[in-house]
């Protein structure tokens, strides 16, 4: 799997990369191939306490995956950008398995 992971308005630690690459990277238990990840960290400049945003995109073959969560912090909102992706993949999975 190809990796973009990019983090906008900060510097991330190396702990933060390794479990976003660990955590996208167990979603091909439910879809293969992936051909790639477009991981991107933000850090949201506003007076809100929910400033950071991650936003994940899965290239596959035919039509890529989407998902963004905005939260207090990083690790809640990729848990939630991958549950959005999983339930997409899992979706997509059982319309081709219907078109057999």
Do not use: C
Not at 2 to 7: F, G, V
Request: no cysteine; proline share 2%; hydrophobic share 30%.
């Amino acid at each position: 799997m190809k990796w973009d992971i990019q983090t906008v308005g900060f510097h991330a630690k190396d702990e933060l990369m390794e479990s976003t690459k660990e955590r996208v990277s167990k979603l091909e238990k439910f879809y293969n191939p992936i051909i790639g990840a477009e991981v991107y960290l933000r850090l949201e400049y506003d007076d809100h306490k929910e400033n950071k945003r991650v936003s994940l995109k899965l290239n596959i073959p035919g039509e890529d995956v989407f998902a963004e969560h905005q939260s207090d912090t990083f690790e809640h909102s990729l848990n939630e950008a991958v549950e959005q992706v999983k339930r997409q993949l899992l979706k997509k999975k059982e319309l081709e398995r219907s078109h057999r």
